[in-house]
């Protein structure tokens, strides 16, 4: 078993740019989670997803959004890259209630 | 507000007991869950806590008291491997909000 994969592993966008991460998962798991984690900081959570075709809002929302078409897959996306979204993003999944397992996570640099 | 407290960093000594606490101001959450994340890599689940009392795993063991506000992971004969940033989550059953720490950084010195 792979677990939690993420793509790209590192990215680099201008101002403006869009993007889309694609993380997959292979254990058959209801929930899915996109975070972000600033130098330093613990993690702050993006958008959820509870199940295929089901997507709901985390703490910080705002210039992200994703698509769960598919239960093993949660894509995250960026429509217009701004410098404050450089950071380092990993896609989870599992219970939330117990344990979450963590893709690699992608780095993320906006010029 | 919602939120979880740990310290910032704590130094400790290889072979040496170490504890992390966690504290948070609210309520009405399924349990307390610890991650160790090393520099450069992705948070990996360490222990879980659904109800009060303390949970062993090897060398790891957590702690939660509701009643008190508080947990904390306990680590024991500490390695230089276990140098890394630990993190305290909750998973509030109000909002379904998932809750992060922002993390503890351990120092092991030789």
């Known amino acids: 078993n792979a677990g939690v994969t993420q793509t790209p592993k590192f990215r680099v966008l201008k101002t403006g740019q869009s993007m889309t991460l694609l993380c997959a998962q292979d254990m058959n798991h209801e929930y899915m989670y996109w975070y972000r984690q600033d130098p330093g900081m613990g993690l702050r959570l993006i958008h959820y997803?509870?199940?295929?075709?089901?997507?709901a809002k985390g703490e910080v929302p705002d210039g992200y959004n994703v698509s769960r078409l598919k239960k093993q897959n949660f894509l995250l996306g960026l429509e217009s890259a701004a410098p404050s979204q450089t950071s380092v993003y990993f896609c989870a999944s599992g219970d939330p209630t117990y344990e979450q397992y963590f893709g690699p996570g992608t780095r993320l640099t906006v010029t | 507000g919602q939120s979880l407290e740990q310290p910032s960093e704590v130094t400790a000594v290889e072979g040496a007991i170490v504890q992390i606490n966690c504290t948070y101001q609210t309520s009405g959450f399924y349990g307390l869950s610890w991650y160790q994340q090393h520099d450069g890599g992705a948070p990996t689940f360490l222990s879980y806590?659904?109800l009060d009392g303390l949970e062993e795993t090897g060398r790891f063991s957590s702690f939660l008291s509701r009643s008190d506000s508080y947990g904390y992971l306990l680590l024991q004969e500490l390695q230089m491997k276990d140098s890394a940033s630990y993190f305290c989550s909750i998973y509030m059953d109000s909002n379904y909000q998932l809750i992060w720490g922002a993390g503890t950084k351990l120092i092991i010195k030789p």
């Open positions: 997803s509870v199940g295929e075709g089901t997507t």
């Open positions: 806590n659904g």
